[in-house]
């Protein structure tokens, strides 16, 4: 009997190795991989310049505590907001950096009010579960975090609910967990017009749309957006725990020494793998990641929207989501069984997140299986 509590419904095989898109099971079995692990390891398995930098930085030291300055954690913040007039956090996961954006919002505003959004997903510790739009993961844990509202996702009725009254607005640009639901440009522009006119934060959870997954850095590069914070996390150190909190400059004031902080956080092997990963977000990766990701967009519009289990596919980069008028959780169990390992969202849409090194035969052979595995009847 496991000793392990039973908070995941785990799948009876065990990862034990990868490499590039493919992983190995403990059985033998290799499979292709369309998840990099909930969207961490983007640049695939066993990354030559990730290992050699933690390799590199374990054999130096690996934990400080933050009570020390850090060139790690400066330049790996320089790759992440460059000249901007924008300071960055570091700490564990995406969970936290949201606990941060909460708390940095709520003390920098001197208010306490948040809008989110349905069919949210910021964590499960209190503050981002609390801004989850999710009764499945909340139930049972009350009373959450006070002061929390919410507003329909991508709607223009969400607008008048951005008033002075609010410390932050929260969103993600493409929805994860909610089902792969990109948001529309123009809403994301009323929203942030609102904000600017209401004085009210905008926080932009970049947890698993950043680091490249939309041929972006980040997922609101793609609209022109001005965040006052960004979160982000899963990709930036390739499978290291690591969040980071990035913040407008002028919100230095509400984080002062002692205000906020993090044991482990920035931890120097996070940092190590972290400057690997950006050092390889150059423009002409994510020019390549755009060329892939319009390539999956048509295999995806061409073989797979006309199947007649399929009711629309939705995303960005290459984050697409296949939406089902069948229960996702057997398809996804069929795929591993034919050697592709795919993602769930919500109880209807199979999730699809390859590693950004994926080549467009692997791509081509993906889509192939998906086709093959959803055939009338299944």
């Given at each position: 009997?496991?000793?392990?509590?039973?908070?995941?419904?785990?799948?009876?095989?065990?990862?034990?190795?990868?490499?590039?898109?493919?992983?190995?099971?403990?059985?033998?079995?290799?499979?292709?991989?369309?998840?990099?692990?909930?969207?961490?390891?983007?640049?695939?398995?066993?990354?030559?310049?990730?290992?050699?930098?933690?390799?590199?930085?374990?054999?130096?030291?690996?934990?400080?505590?933050?009570?020390?300055?850090?060139?790690?954690?400066?330049?790996?913040?320089t790759l992440l907001?460059?000249?901007?007039?924008?300071?960055?956090?570091?700490?564990?996961?995406?969970?936290?950096?949201?606990?941060?954006?909460?708390?940095?919002?709520?003390?920098?505003?001197?208010?306490?009010?948040?809008?989110?959004?349905?069919?949210?997903?910021?964590?499960?510790?209190?503050?981002?579960?609390?801004?989850?739009?999710?009764?499945?993961?909340?139930?049972?844990?009350?009373?959450?975090?006070?002061?929390?509202?919410?507003?329909?996702?991508?709607?223009?009725?969400?607008?008048?609910?951005?008033?002075?009254?609010?410390?932050?607005?929260?969103?993600?640009?493409?929805?994860?967990?909610?089902?792969?639901?990109?948001?529309?440009?123009?809403?994301?522009?009323?929203?942030?017009?609102?904000?600017?006119?209401?004085?009210?934060?905008?926080?932009?959870?970049?947890?698993?749309?950043?680091?490249?997954?939309?041929?972006?850095?980040?997922?609101?590069?793609?609209?022109?957006?001005?965040?006052?914070?960004?979160?982000?996390?899963?990709?930036?150190?390739?499978g290291l725990p690591?969040?980071?909190?990035?913040?407008?400059?002028?919100?230095?004031?509400?984080?002062?020494?002692?205000?906020?902080?993090?044991?482990?956080?920035?931890?120097?092997?996070?940092?190590?793998?972290?400057?690997?990963?950006?050092?390889?977000?150059?423009?002409?990766?994510?020019?390549?990641?755009?060329?892939?990701?319009?390539?999956?967009?048509?295999?995806?519009?061409?073989?797979?929207?006309?199947?007649?289990?399929?009711?629309?596919?939705?995303?960005?980069?290459?984050?697409?989501?296949?939406?089902?008028?069948?229960?996702?959780?057997?398809v996804v169990t069929?795929?591993?069984?034919?050697?592709?390992?795919?993602?769930?969202?919500?109880?209807?849409?199979?999730?699809?997140?390859?590693?950004?090194?994926?080549?467009?035969?692997?791509?081509?052979?993906?889509?192939?299986?998906?086709?093959?595995?959803?055939?009338?009847?299944?």
């Amino acid at each position: 009997m496991s000793k392990l509590f039973p908070t995941y419904a785990r799948y009876p095989f065990d990862i034990v190795s990868g490499h590039d898109c493919y992983l190995t099971d403990d059985h033998g079995n290799t499979y292709l991989d369309f998840t990099s692990g909930i969207g961490v390891c983007n640049l695939g398995y066993s990354n030559a310049a990730v290992q050699a930098s933690v390799a590199e930085q374990a054999q130096k030291i690996w934990h400080t505590s933050n009570l020390y300055q850090s060139q790690l954690q400066e330049q790996v913040a320089t790759l992440l907001v460059g000249d901007a007039d924008k300071l960055v956090f570091f700490c564990n996961s995406g969970t936290e950096a949201n606990e941060a954006a909460l708390k940095l919002a709520r003390k920098a505003s001197g208010k306490s009010a948040v809008l989110a959004f349905s069919d949210s997903f910021h964590g499960r510790t209190y503050g981002a579960l609390s801004m989850t739009d999710n009764p499945a993961i909340q139930v049972g844990f009350g009373p959450l975090v006070p002061d929390i509202h919410f507003a329909p996702y991508n709607d223009a009725a969400a607008l008048t609910q951005i008033t002075t009254d609010l410390a932050a607005v929260i969103l993600e640009v493409v929805q994860g967990e909610g089902g792969v639901n990109p948001a529309s440009s123009e809403w994301l522009h009323q929203v942030a017009t609102k904000c600017k006119q209401e004085q009210v934060l905008l926080i932009i959870d970049e947890v698993q749309t950043g680091n490249g997954r939309t041929g972006q850095l980040f997922a609101y590069q793609n609209y022109d957006l001005q965040p006052d914070i960004v979160t982000t996390a899963k990709g930036l150190a390739n499978g290291l725990p690591v969040g980071a909190l990035i913040g407008n400059a002028d919100l230095a004031s509400a984080f002062t020494p002692g205000s906020h902080g993090t044991t482990f956080g920035g931890n120097k092997l996070a940092m190590a793998a972290a400057k690997a990963v950006l050092t390889q977000l150059t423009p002409a990766f994510l020019a390549q990641v755009q060329a892939k990701a319009a390539y999956l967009e048509q295999l995806l519009q061409t073989e797979i929207a006309p199947l007649s289990q399929v009711t629309g596919i939705t995303g960005l980069g290459l984050m697409q989501g296949i939406h089902l008028n069948v229960a996702v959780g057997p398809v996804v169990t069929a795929l591993q069984h034919a050697q592709l390992l795919t993602l769930s969202a919500k109880h209807d849409t199979l999730r699809l997140l390859p590693p950004l090194t994926i080549t467009e035969e692997q791509l081509a052979q993906g889509v192939a299986t998906i086709k093959q595995v959803l055939q009338p009847g299944f």
